[in-house]
């Protein structure tokens, strides 16, 4: 258990259809970032919230937004869904960065199908 | 924005023999280096990082990576490798584009470790 808990672990959902996704953080650590892995695309970073704040944006569609609350937990938003989502979607943690950067702590992902 | 690369999307070696899964980076400033390893339906776990020092690193599972600063690479090796092994290895750097640290993987190496 890395300390990075994500549900729900799997999730099949229509075209069209919105869905959300959890991170918890692990205990301690401040900064929260999302990636989705494909196939096709490899590990794409999508967003980074630090303390309730958004730090850093990547390849985050439109139809996609996160936030991470007060007890520092998030959640990914995936709306209008289409086919190509179908990916799965990870969450992982990092600490301070005023004490450095060392990497993250992923959670073990969540799998989207969309049908 | 800072770059890696792994050439081969499979390395294939024999239990016992000595394995290696190649890394290239591209950064502006000092390299902040990472590998990765995922297992089948799981999230990336952690095995080894360059910050500063040693040009080897020692990581976990027996793995090690070597710092080639001339060479911009950063190759993940093991002396002796075991069927266990078997796994999708992540070469990963700091991105500071965003003036936050991100990290930004390479596509990933299939590894196949054979009895």
């Known amino acids: 258990d890395s300390g990075v808990t994500q549900t729900p672990k799997h999730l099949i959902t229509a075209t069209g259809q919105r869905v959300t996704l959890r991170c918890s953080p692990r205990s301690g650590d401040l900064s929260v970032y999302w990636y989705q892995q494909s196939l096709d695309q490899g590990l794409q970073f999508l967003i980074q919230?630090?303390?309730?704040?958004?730090?850093a944006k990547g390849n985050i569609l439109e139809r996609f937004s996160a936030q991470q609350f007060p007890d520092l937990h998030s959640e990914l938003n995936l709306s209008s869904l289409e086919l190509g989502d179908s990916a799965l979607y990870f969450c992982?943690?990092?600490?301070?960065?005023?004490?450095?950067?060392?990497?993250?702590?992923f959670g073990s992902g969540t799998r989207l199908t969309v049908v | 924005a800072q770059s890696v690369a792994q050439p081969e999307d499979q390395v294939n070696v024999a239990e016992g023999n000595p394995l290696t899964v190649k890394c290239t980076y591209s950064?502006?400033?000092?390299?902040?280096l990472f590998w990765y390893v995922q297992y089948p339906n799981r999230g990336l776990q952690f095995l080894l990082k360059?910050?500063?020092?040693?040009?080897l690193v020692k990581g976990s599972y027996g793995f090690e990576a070597e710092f080639n600063k001339s060479q911009t690479s950063f190759h993940l090796k093991k002396p002796s490798a075991l069927v266990s092994d078997s796994a999708l290895y992540f070469c990963?750097?700091?991105?500071?584009?965003?003036?936050?640290?991100?990290?930004?993987f390479g596509k990933g190496t299939m590894l196949l470790v054979s009895p």
């Open positions: 919230y630090y303390n309730g704040e958004e730090r």
């Open positions: 992982a943690s990092s600490g301070d960065p005023g004490q450095g950067f060392y990497g993250y702590t």
């Open positions: 990963a750097v700091r991105d500071l584009g965003s003036g936050y640290s991100t990290l930004t």
């Open positions: 360059y910050i500063t020092g040693d040009n």
């Open positions: 950064v502006s400033g000092n390299p902040y």
